[in-house]
Antibody
């Protein structure tokens, strides 16, 4: 059974650094084609993809936030961590982590097939 | 960045209706388009990947089609549990892997 669960603070002050942890089980991040992503959703708004950590250590970020984001992996704990610096109230959102899976040999066809329940982060002084 | 535009943004329908939601990309994304369903207070769930491939466990009343810039999600006969918000997402080439703005399907 594949599970992912997000954890982190529920309230963060503006200009602080937000650290979110995705703890997963049921799959290995060392398997070719697998990745773990972070996606957020402001209240009442659409989904926004933020970052992706691939099985081979490659990292990808949304260009508009790249300077503020870092995604890392803790293999020993089956965790992927997202760090966001200098947060602002507009960063208030539910943050999800999700597994990236591919069904094509070249990895061109991929999708998020399993998601965590999400964690609501509010940025406010 | 590739922009994804869904239409309609909201719609009302009745149980048993056939419903189509459209997703348009600002440039060709070939076939790299996924659909997700999200119910209130829940995480999104994958419905269809790569335009037309039904995810395991998803009812066959859901189908997807399209290529290039224009894609559709069709529900052949709406069931009560299908009332939700639907998002398309493109996974073509380089980031960002953008989602559409969502299409909220409500009971008439």
């Amino acid at each position: 059974q594949i599970t992912l669960k997000e954890s982190g603070p529920t309230l963060v002050k503006p200009t602080q650094t937000l650290t979110l942890t995705c703890t997963f089980s049921g799959f290995s991040l060392s398997t070719s084609g697998v990745g773990v992503a972070w996606i957020r959703q402001p209240p009442g708004k659409a989904l926004e993809w933020l970052a992706l950590f691939y099985w081979d250590g490659t990292e990808r970020y949304i260009p508009s936030l790249k300077s503020r984001l870092t995604i890392t992996k803790d293999t020993s704990k089956n965790q992927v961590v997202l760090t966001m610096t200098n947060v602002d109230p507009v960063d208030t959102a539910t943050y999800y982590c999700a597994r990236r899976l591919t069904t094509s040999g070249d990895g061109s066809s991929w999708f998020f097939d399993s998601w965590g329940q999400g964690t609501l982060v509010t940025v406010s002084s | 960045d590739i922009q994804m535009t869904q239409s309609p943004s909201s719609l009302s329908a009745s149980v048993g209706d056939r419903v189509t939601i459209t997703c348009r990309a600002s440039q060709s994304i070939l076939k790299y388009l996924n659909w997700y369903q999200q119910k209130p207070g829940k995480a999104p769930e994958l419905l269809i990947h790569t335009t037309s491939n039904l995810q395991s466990g998803v009812p066959s009343r859901f189908s997807g089609s399209g290529s290039g810039t224009d894609f559709t999600l069709t529900i052949s006969s709406l069931q009560r549990e299908d009332f939700a918000t639907y998002y398309c997402q493109q996974t073509y080439s380089v980031p960002p892997y953008t989602f559409g703005q969502g299409s909220k399907l409500e009971i008439k």
